[in-house]
């Protein structure tokens, strides 16, 4: 099936980018360009450190400017669309996102959007899974599947209604957002992004239907040695070796086992409870603390 084909019902597409990465912005220019998106715009911003923006809400302080950014960026991202636009959903995502899964659908956006659960609010696009975490069955990898705690990445879709809702929560004013996510979570982008609704554990779901783009390092400063390469990573969280090894699996599901999937083997999900975590137990287990 042909690219353009595929997306011929595509919604618009925003992605952050930092005011530096200029290659990166070409690169997705060409991307969406290729794939036939009409209407696409990057909300370009400062490093945090450079923003006059005051985060506040509890455990704030754990974050780091990194994250302030990653999350101010998005929300703002969100917000210039749902204040300038009148569009039912959009995709949104980061400068680091790859459409290189496209050449292994069987299926186009429009068969994905009408397939997608009628009481869905947000769609994750992309999953960062940590490795001893990845979906445990090949076959059920590439399959929806309600958000799971362990599932990284802001990338994304959202209706309005529920960007009216996340916005409502967060939103003080452009230049103050104040994150207090559902279940006392730590106030992480990924936990802000997808868990700042009362009915999230049911409405905000999970497809692997793109992959991170390995042909840049991370934005984030210091440094990491992985299989030989000198990898930019988060000093704390070494998310740059799980945004790698994700984006290795799940796009070599889709070349050995997406490239037979219809859309119905992608939304028709016969899974056993063991085979991942279930997020509301483990919630409900948790002590006073936040919990990641």
Known sequence: MDKQDIFRYAPSVYYTSLVESEDRREYMEQQLNDLGIPKHEAYITK???DLDIKVTGPYTDALSDGE???????ILNIYRWYSTTTERYALFCEDDISFDTVDHWQFSWEDLMLSLPKDWKMCQVLRINPFSTMDYAEEHGLKIRKRNWCDWGCHYLITRKAAGELLNRVLIAEDHIH???EYNLHPMPENVLFCSFSDYLDTVYSIPLFVENLRFQT?????HDVDG???E??????????QAESSVYYYNLWKDVGRNFSIDDIMNVN???WE?????DRLEERDDKPVI
């Open 179 to 181: 994150l207090e996510p």
């Open 276 to 280: 991942y975590i279930i997020n509301r």
């Open 271 to 273: 899974m056993p409870e």
């Open 229 to 231: 390469k000198s990898i």
């Open 47 to 49: 490093r945090f450190e």
């Open 233 to 242: 990573v988060d000093a704390d969280t070494n998310a740059k070796l799980d």
């Open 219 to 223: 934005t984030f400063k210091t440094a």
């Open 68 to 74: 302030k950014g990653t999350i101010s960026s998005h």
